[in-house]
């Protein structure tokens, strides 16, 4: 499909110019590249992705900087303009530059790319006064394509500012973002262009493309997608031994599938662990298939580490990387869509049951399964959380009462600050989070303490007036924002900024403290799985918007979604945590993982 350059469109990671003098003259020798003579005093030589040289003259004492760019790429800073840049470093304040990519074709090309250069200056851990140029693509490749009469859109990012788009900087640098056309461009998944995209009930995958990026083409997979609920697809590989391994090898047992690269050090370390469950279920239908995700080189760490670990499961070394197909279907079931650790459970009816992240989630699974064979194996469904339909929500009254502050104060771990007034209320917000309130220095304020759940020393955060407002805020701009520790139960965290706020006390209740509401971000989280022939979808509401799903979330109307694929459209069938019918039961919550990443159905 042809592709068309879109000017002013920012986007990818971005990166740091060099300065570091080895760096900088083994990339000048190498290219041969001309500088101008004499240098100006301050002016530095840096270096952009290994191949865009330039010149940065900047002294501490000037609010500005001048910068030369080879934007003609000939290898001579001579003939290059100067451009004067600001050094606040704020992104409006960037300068734009031209840079000069040629493509041998055939026909030969060439384009001129624009880069958004920005500039700010620091000072290093020893004091020393320290430049910095950041440097991003401005440009991005769209076309459109139709699969079974929908319309997709798909754009290049140039992730690695190389301005090339081959084979190399599609499993490296370029990214892929698509989504259909009657949905938001914020619903687009990011794709590496090694990957196998899905596109309606198919995988597609990049089979060519232009250079310049004027062109890629899509094949349809031959591989089918992977859902949790459908049979695995069928593999074919020779372990370390020699011995053949096929899927159809392990019908009638649990098994475990490991996706393992070398350089993945929670990977190597969970080896012990699954050596324990290995052991635990000896003797029951359960096997473990390692399967090594490094190729060429890398291939003689990943020998030396399972020799090292001893590792008595069976291990493959396809050498084919992230390319694996299996594991390209596999990858995007879990919680995190291409992250590792990756494990997958198959049933010994040979569909995927349940796949995940952290072993100690799969460790619960295997539990389940083998609890009680004779009742339905309860639905383990993983989770994905979208940062990018996050939505600002206000929460509250927190439950300042004197009730609440007492039974606080019985538990002995709680350290507040000396000194307290009588009037000073304690509360905990629905994720476990702590609260200390006291009179501000006016009537239009209050002073608030906040603590991460599982942090009870309110005594060394930081206090803040929070303002008084006769009306709750349409923004958090007029909230005071705090970013206390947010901690989940499996052993994650993560910084959740709320923005607070109080609202006059009701002038005829008995507790005349003002109302302390807060201002924080939602989290949905959705999962899609199988079961039978039919898909489903399940949608979770963040209803206290704070980024953790509390017993309060769970009780909320709405709470729970199920949707169900009728053709190919999602159609709600439930709300509701309980009567959730699925292929023919009924199911209730279970349980569900505080930060969003699992819920767990079992039947009635």
Sequence with gaps: ?????????????????????????????????????????????????????????????????????????????????????????????????????????????????????????????????????????????????????????????DYNLHGRFDRSNLSRGTVLRFYARDESRTDGTLYQGHELMPVGDDFYEVRDGALDGSWVELVRSTLPRAKAGRPLPDFDFVDTHGRRVRAGDFR??????????????????????????????????????????????????????????????????????????????????????????????????????????????????????FAAPARPTPLFVALTRSELSMKAGVNGPVDLSSQATRILLEDPRLTLPPSLPDEARLGRLPSGMLVLARPGANPQSVRLRVAGNGDLDLSDEPEQEVPVLASAPATAETARRFTPWLSYAGGGKSFMPLSFFARPPDAHAADLFPAVYYWGFARPASGTFAVGESE?????????????????????????????????????????????????????????????????????
């Excluded at 996706?259 to 050596?275: E, G, H, L, N, Y």
């Excluded at 009567?579 to 349980?591: A, C, T």
């Design 1 to 157: 499909m042809p592709l068309t350059r879109q000017d002013d469109a920012r986007g990818g990671i971005g990166a740091v110019v060099t300065f570091e003098p080895d760096a900088v003259r083994q990339t000048i020798e190498r290219l041969g590249v001309r500088l101008p003579a004499p240098m100006p005093a301050g002016a530095r030589v840096g270096v952009l992705v290994d191949d865009v040289v330039l010149i940065l003259h900047a002294l501490p004492e000037r609010p500005a900087a001048t910068l030369i760019v080879d934007a003609n790429m000939n290898r001579d800073l001579t003939d290059d303009a100067a451009i004067d840049v600001r050094t606040d470093g704020a992104d409006e304040s960037a300068v734009v530059v031209r840079i000069k990519r040629s493509y041998p074709g055939p026909p030969p090309s060439e384009a001129w790319l624009p880069y958004r250069f920005s500039y700010r200056t620091g000072t290093t851990a020893g004091g020393k006064w320290e430049p910095e140029v950041f440097a991003t693509t401005n440009y991005r490749m769209d076309g459109a394509f139709t699969v079974d009469g929908r319309s997709y859109v798909i754009e290049l990012s």
């Design 536 to 604: 489903y979808r399940i949608d979770l509401a963040d209803s206290t918007p704070d980024g953790f799903y509390s017993r309060e979330d769970m009780r909320a109307p709405g709470f729970l979604t199920l949707k169900q694929k009728k053709s190919a459209a999602w159609v709600t069938v439930h709300t509701g945590a309980a009567g959730i019918p699925i292929g023919g039961r009924l199911y209730h919550v279970r349980d569900v993982d505080d930060d969003g990443l699992l819920v767990i159905l079992e039947v009635k």
């Design 252 to 369: 009638g047992r649990y098994l475990l599938l490991d996706f393992w690269p070398s350089w993945c050090a929670p990977c190597v370390k969970q080896f012990d662990t699954i050596r324990k469950t290995v052991a635990a279920y000896a003797g029951r239908p359960f096997a473990v298939l390692g399967i090594n995700l490094d190729s060429g080189k890398a291939l003689d760490t990943a020998r030396k580490i399972i020799a090292e670990k001893a590792l008595s499961w069976p291990q493959v070394l396809p050498d084919r990387g992230y390319f694996l197909p299996l594991y390209q279907a596999l990858g995007r079931l879990p919680e995190h869509q291409g992250a590792f650790p990756l494990y997958v459970l198959v049933g010994p009816d040979g569909r995927i049951g349940y796949a995940t992240n952290g072993f100690h989630r799969m460790q619960r699974y295997l539990e389940a399964a």
